[in-house]
């Protein structure tokens, strides 16, 4: 991760991704507009004629809402996360729950930890969820607080339509660096 997308990760408590990792990460929503496009124009032959009894018309109609709903949801999903830590060297306690985990280091500085999880074995080889590869866990340190945010492997182009692993390995880092009973989860 460049430090500029980093500083403005911070800054605007968002996280900050390429073009290329936008197109991989948006994929649903893009996919959605080009059947959507297809539908609309019969298959790119009829560019004029636009009829709203036509079945195919309907259906562009329904891959626009999907494509835009499943915008808004990606969108929101790369708002951070900001939590106040009341543990000491918390950036070590982020570390050690790594290492527990098997998670692997992408980056780390005084800014900013990458981590990337290992998906589960023991998943037939041609679920989709194998050929995903985890996720990718940020977490960005500003001040007293952190910012943090899971989400799916951009490394590869595959699909996955969950979020469960990434709310649990947020749920973790929180637990680790904010013990039981304290509060002040801002989303």
Known sequence: MEENLIRDSIRKEELQLEFFEKVKYFKVPLLCVFVSLVSFTQGFQNFSNFSLSEITTKIGFVFVILGIISFVIKLYRLKLISVEFSVPNVAESVMKLAVERN???????????ILKTVPIKGYDDYIVYN?????KIYVFFNGKKILLRSIDNLDNFAFKIQNGENSANEKAVINRIKPAGNSGLKQ
């Open 103 to 113: 998670w692997e280091t992408e980056l780390r500085n005084e800014k900013v930890i």
């Open 131 to 135: 050929r995903n590869e985890g996720e």
